[in-house]
T-cell receptor
Framework: AQSVTQPDIHITVSEGASLELRCNYSYGATPYLFWYVQSPGQGLQLLLKYFSGDTLVQGIKGFEAEFKRSQSSFNLRKPSVHWSDAAEYFCAVGYTGRRALTFGSGTRLQVQP | DTGVSQNPRHKITKRGQNVTFRCDPISEHNRLYWYRQTLGQGPEFLTYFQNEAQLEKSRLLSDRFSAERPKGSFSTLEIQRTEQGDSAMYLC??????????FGPGTRLTVT
């Protein structure tokens, strides 16, 4: 069965510092990959997606992610974190022929002033 | 476009009672999904509709759970004889064909 691993449960960074959140998936076929962000009491907001083509994808709020097939990874990055980025971040995977998304367990981001 | 809406936002019920949640997807979206999210976890897939047809159900969806999408628009998720283990956030999402899924704010269920 497919799975998604987000190895970092909790990350704290200083405002203005760079950020990288890790995501690894397990499956043989080419996945569809997503990053969502969830603020307290809110639903999930899509940050970016990868379906095919260029492996470096740009998203909203200055986020980007890179699909690396050889490492089965889709890490999320941001060059300079803002206090408003504090939230929980979820990586999710979908596949052709299966409509449901499989989510990782999330990484909670804290931003220090 | 007001996005995906869910009602109620919060529901507190006693064990053994039935509850029903409603989801209104983005108007032109033909696919609708239900997920469940417990504290500290990512969402887990429950079921999926394409138009009015329920095409996939997770093993998580016990026989106490039933979902409908009668006219291919809004959907309801009913839980019968609720148990404390049903306490969770129930999320609805919609998409146009196989595109990205847009999520609603969720319904938080507390079973006492």
């Amino acid at each position: 069965a497919q799975s998604v691993t987000q190895p970092d449960i909790h990350i704290t960074v200083s405002e203005g510092a760079s950020l990288e959140l890790r995501c690894n998936y397990s499956y043989g076929a080419t996945p569809y990959l997503f990053w969502y962000v969830q603020s307290p009491g809110q639903g999930l907001q899509l940050l970016l997606k990868y379906f095919s083509g260029d492996t470096l994808v740009q998203g909203i709020k200055g986020f980007e992610a890179e699909f690396k097939r050889s490492q089965s990874s889709f890490n999320l990055r941001k060059p300079s974190v803002h206090w408003s980025d504090a939230a929980e971040y979820f990586c999710a995977v979908g596949y052709t022929g299966r409509r449901a998304l499989t989510f990782g367990s999330g990484t909670r981001l804290q931003v220090q002033p | 476009d007001t996005g995906v809406s869910q009602n109620p936002r919060h529901k507190i019920t006693k064990r053994g009672q039935n509850v029903t949640f409603r989801c209104d997807p983005i108007s032109e979206h033909n696919r609708l999904y239900w997920y469940r999210q417990t504290l500290g976890q990512g969402p887990e897939f429950l079921t999926y509709f394409q138009n009015e047809a329920q095409l996939e159900k997770s093993r998580l969806l016990s026989d106490r759970f039933s979902a409908e999408r009668p006219k291919g628009s809004f959907s309801t998720l009913e839980i019968q004889r609720t148990e404390q283990g049903d306490s969770a956030m129930y999320l609805c999402a919609s998409s146009l064909n196989g595109d990205e899924q847009y999520f609603g704010p969720g319904t938080r269920l507390t079973v006492t």
